[in-house]
């Protein structure tokens, strides 16, 4: 996972602030993609799938680590 360069807490719950990892957006990788093909590529599709995999994995671990605050969405 990236540097969390940031945290703080908010009526419901705790956040962080991650350092950037690139320069855009999966977002708009996948419209340049489209504008340019009319299709996303599939080096695109594998970076979302393996960051939604991280973030997911980050998100039970923290869920693990803290029940009952998150644990109603997890399981």
Do not use: K, N
Request: no cysteine; charged share 25%; aromatic share 6%.
């Amino acid at each position: 996972m990236s540097r969390i360069v940031g945290t703080g807490r908010e009526r419901e719950g705790f956040f962080f602030v991650e350092q950037s990892v690139g320069t855009e957006s999966l977002h708009e990788v996948a419209v340049r993609d489209t504008e340019g093909t009319g299709t996303v590529r599939q080096t695109a599709v594998d970076t979302a799938a393996e960051v939604s995999v991280r973030l997911l994995t980050a998100q039970i671990r923290a869920v693990e680590q803290h029940p009952g605050q998150a644990a109603d969405w997890v399981g």
